[in-house]
């Protein structure tokens, strides 16, 4: 498959929130406003690109050739963990300000479902190293287009006047089904 | 709190979909048919349960400042006891359930219920919890599946139960039916909350 082809996939038809349904907690959680979706999505970007190198060499160098892939979700896991918690400290040190803007958005990286389920799709699908770089590049894109774009509809869907039930989370959710039907368009772009 | 509060709290008044909203990422995808709704919602029981009675059996040995590290290593490795379990036992149910299985580590909701509940109490009112929980979980599972199974395909549990007649509406069973029917499920639990107090 060949990369472009492979990185629109990740970016636009196979959207991580509206079709692949990783990392939705966030996604509702840290939409409510446009600049800190976009500084959580830079962090996931981050993360998760960093996390797939990592895993993908682990899994490639260690588990595999001792035949350990059956621990593959506890060691990914402990991997991402450490991995934002290392990056958490160099950030701290080393870049300040940008450490200020993702700071409070890094912990709850940890328990983005986005992380681990890339990490282990790169590996399910059989990717090798350059392709599985694009897919988390394209993957974690598509997760900040989503929850920006999602941010500038709450904003609306916020101050409209609803009946008192489906405030909150009952109407985000509607609205994000309206958004994955726009991207249900995408599903048949072939390339 | 007795043993059946306990109990009951984990099914109505903290639902971990219906109320507190946590573990989405699954409920909405998986949601496509009733079987893996159950299949997903006793998976979750298991490792939920589990995790709570390691934990909490642990608690005085787990220092207070590694304590999330150690709670994940317990969760995984229940996680990774459950997925090795399906993939031998219920292998089409495995394969539908993809990588929502290990998934189950990062549920918040497991990892939820450890930190507030498992890490403070005993043993035997931790496994109610979770048990509480993993079935809260599970009838919210059962309800949006049964919903879009039914909808989107007219049958449940793969047996067609409306007439030939109906259309399937495909938009249930693909990823914007979930959102909209679940947006419309939490709205109907909130209005029946808030009916009930008024």
Same mark, same amino acid.
């Given at each position: 498959m060949n990369l472009v082809s492979l990185f629109i996939t990740a970016f636009?038809?196979? %959207? @991580? @929130? $509206?079709?692949? $349904?990783?990392?939705?907690c966030p996604f509702l959680g840290v939409s409510k406003k446009i600049d800190t979706a976009a500084g959580m999505s830079v962090a996931v970007i981050f993360v998760i690109t960093l996390a797939s190198i990592i895993t993908f060499i682990v899994q490639k160098a260690i588990l595999d050739p001792m035949q350990l892939g059956y621990l593959q979700t506890i060691v990914f896991i402990l991997i991402i963990a450490a991995l934002v918690q290392f990056v958490e400290m160099f950030l701290k040190k080393s870049a300040p300000g940008l450490y200020q803007a993702l700071g409070i958005y890094l912990p709850l990286i940890?328990? %983005?479902c986005a992380v681990l389920g890339v990490a282990i799709n790169s590996i399910k699908f059989d990717y090798s190293f350059i392709e599985a770089m694009v897919y988390s590049i394209g993957t974690s894109g598509s997760f900040m287009l989503a929850i920006v774009l999602f941010a500038g509809v709450r904003d609306k869907v916020d101050n409209a006047d609803l009946p008192e039930s489906l405030k909150g989370s009952a109407i985000s959710l509607i609205a994000a089904g309206l958004m994955s039907v726009a991207f249900l368009g995408f599903s048949g772009l072939k390339l | 709190m007795n043993k059946f509060e306990i109990f009951k709290n984990g099914i109505t008044?903290?639902?971990?979909?219906?109320? &507190? &909203?946590?573990?989405?990422c699954a409920t909405l995808a998986i949601t496509t048919s009733l079987l893996n709704g159950i299949g997903m919602g006793v998976a979750v029981i298991a490792v939920l349960t589990g995790s709570n009675i390691v934990i909490s059996a642990l608690r005085k040995f787990i220092p207070d400042e590694v304590r999330i590290p150690a709670f994940v290593i317990i969760i995984a490795a229940f996680t990774t006891i459950i997925d090795l379990l399906m993939h031998a036992y219920t292998f089409a149910l495995y394969q539908a359930l993809g990588v929502f299985i290990p998934l189950i580590v990062v549920n918040c909701i497991i990892l939820a219920r450890a930190e507030a509940f498992a890490f403070k109490n005993g043993v035997f009112d931790s496994a109610i919890d979770g048990l509480g929980m993993g079935v809260g979980y599970l009838v919210a599972m059962v309800l949006l599946s049964s919903i879009r199974e039914i909808l989107g395909?007219?049958?449940i549990l793969g047996l067609?139960?409306?007439?030939?007649a109906y259309e399937p509406m495909m938009m249930a069973v693909q990823p914007p039916g979930a959102f909209i029917l679940l947006g419309l499920l939490i709205g109907a639990v909130n209005y029946l909350s808030r009916k009930k107090k008024a």
């Open positions: 636009l038809v196979n %959207n @991580i @929130i $509206f079709s692949q $349904f990783l990392g939705v940890t328990t %983005n | 008044k903290e639902n971990p979909i219906l109320v &507190q &909203q946590v573990g989405m395909n007219g049958s067609r139960i409306l007439p030939e």
